[in-house]
């Protein structure tokens, strides 16, 4: 009867979406997730779960938001070889002088030195005094072309071509960092389906054992009525269903418990949490055999190094950029002037075509801020390269020690199994030998007992080894085994 009656009683206590709590209240909806209406009545698959964390878990919504947001920082670090278009007028409205200049300019910065390019139109009108006679032009204008080439400090790398290396290498620092987290959420999702499915099923073990009783109490009352038994037997009797009440009431509670937990990661088209209806869990302990571990592993595949690695290239380039400061500055520059149309009140000393060539020298004398920066960012590079070799050995050792925890709990399975099956058949005998009033009471009780907690136990060693792969799984970044080649 208490068979019958507990998994119902729990799908209505889930329904009406409160829980016993220490107080003696009720947790109200607001406090646990109602179960959600129309769920199918198949059995839950692992595999459904990892697809709805992967899809639905918030942890994972805000990596891939951190993400955007790396990748916005990386356009904003374009943004310092955008061109830039720039208008300069200015004229005299007092005085003795009425010179109006126009002074438009069009500057690129070049990607691949720190120089730039530029074109140029000015166009004046009215007279200037002689400390401004530059600003005088032909009637149409003067047109320029220039470019300032860096040819020592800035040529190979310079402020704005490394902050978008290391914006660009963010970006990638923040995949792997989003890949790290759906690892990890993929990892407790399946822990915490597990931990539904294990204590699920040491429930039904646990009402079995009850059945058990509950079908010899009626056995017993009728051989208390012929004179076969003596009363006292079936208050034994009772005590013992009471005891084994008490472990379904426990079992039951912990199966509510991992239910709860388990919703943060089992999620509906909406990302809202579903408590699932226990008419849901898996018939055997076949469901913890889901998962199927690539044998290949890399140690490259593993996020963490791939971060390990970014943040070394940025340490490269500002290893680079400081270098680049300690060097002299020369710079070449050249331009191209023409004006046209006709004489301007400057003279005809506008009209030839101009071609204008320089260079700028400058050196730093003592440049202790660039050598501090060289010897500070060889020190970072030094201090990742040894974390990076520590790192690779960590990994390596952790998957050899997960490797042997799964060999263990292979054999821990084989060896409980075996002790499971024996223990059955142990009771089984005795119960035959009970009904035949070959057995006491005590000792077919004892038989019954050693069984549940034998298969109890099983179920614990299968959900070790599944435990023990899901591990595996997140050391090895297994993708396909968490269900992250689809998402």
């Known amino acids: 009867m208490w068979r019958a009656m507990a ?6 206590v889930m329904g009406a979406g409160t829980m016993p709590c220490a107080a003696g209240a009720a947790l109200s909806v607001d406090a646990t997730p109602a179960p959600t209406a129309g769920q199918p009545s198949t059995p839950l698959t692992l595999d459904e779960v990892l697809q709805s964390s992967a899809r639905s878990a918030p942890d994972i919504i805000a990596a891939l938001a951190r993400a955007r947001q790396a990748e916005g920082r990386a356009i904003s670090a374009q943004g310092a070889f955008d061109t830039v278009f720039s208008v300069d007028a200015r ?30 139109y000015r166009n004046s009108r009215g007279d200037f005094p002689v400390y401004e006679d530059k600003a005088y032009t032909n009637r149409a204008g003067e047109l320029k072309i220039g470019a300032l080439y860096a040819l020592m400090r800035d040529r190979l790398i310079d402020a704005r071509r490394s902050a978008s290396q290391i914006a660009g290498n963010d970006i990638d620092i923040a995949r792997f960092e989003t890949r790290a987290t759906a690892i990890g959420v993929q990892a407790r999702a399946i822990a915490a389906y ?37 009363a006292i037997l079936l208050t034994e009797n009772e005590a013992n269903m009471v005891k084994r009440e008490a472990l379904v009431v426990q079992a039951r509670q912990e199966f509510m418990a991992a239910a709860n937990s388990f919703s943060l990661y089992y ?33 490259e595949d593993r996020p963490d190094f791939g ?26 520059e050249g331009q191209v002037a023409k004006d046209v149309g006709a004489q301007g009140l400057g003279g005809y000393s506008r009209t030839p075509l101009e071609v204008i060539v320089g260079v700028t020298f400058k050196v730093p004398l003592q440049n202790r801020k660039a050598r501090g920066k ?14 990076q070799r520590y790192l690779a050995e960590k990994i390596r050792t952790e998957v050899a020690g997960i490797g042997i925890e799964v060999d263990a709990a292979r054999v821990l399975v084989d060896t409980t199994r075996r002790q499971r099956d024996l223990a059955e058949r142990l009771a089984q005998a005795e119960r035959r030998r009970f009904d035949l009033g070959s057995s006491d009471f005590f000792l077919v009780n004892s038989r019954e007992e050693a069984a549940t907690d034998a298969a109890v136990k099983l179920i614990e060693a299968q959900a070790r080894i599944a435990a023990a792969q899901a591990e595996m799984a997140a050391a090895t970044a297994d993708d396909r085994a968490l269900g992250l080649d689809r998402s």
Do not use: C, H
């Open 7 to 12: 998994l119902p009683m729990l799908v209505a």
């Open 91 to 120: 004229s005299r409205v007092e005085g003795y002088y009425d010179g109006t200049l126009i002074d438009s300019k069009v500057e690129r910065p070049l990607t691949a030195n720190g120089g730039y390019v530029y074109g140029q």
């Open 194 to 230: 597990q931990k539904w499915v294990a204590s699920g099923l040491k429930l039904k073990a646990y009402e079995a054992l009850y059945d058990l009783a509950e079908s010899r109490s009626q056995g017993i009352a009728r051989q208390v009525q012929l004179g076969a038994k003596s």
């Open 267 to 299: 999620r509906d088209a909406d990302g809202l949490p579903i408590l699932v209806d226990a008419a849901r869990l898996p018939a055997s302990a076949a469901a913890f055999d889901g998962l199927r571990i690539n044998p290949l592993f890399a140690i």
């Open 307 to 332: 971060i390990l690695l970014e943040e070394i290239d940025n340490a490269s380039v500002k290893l680079a950029l400081a270098q680049n400061d300690t060097r002299p500055k020369l710079d070449f």
């Open 374 to 387: 060289v010897a500070e960012s060889q020190a970072k590079i030094d201090e990742l390269t040894v974390k």
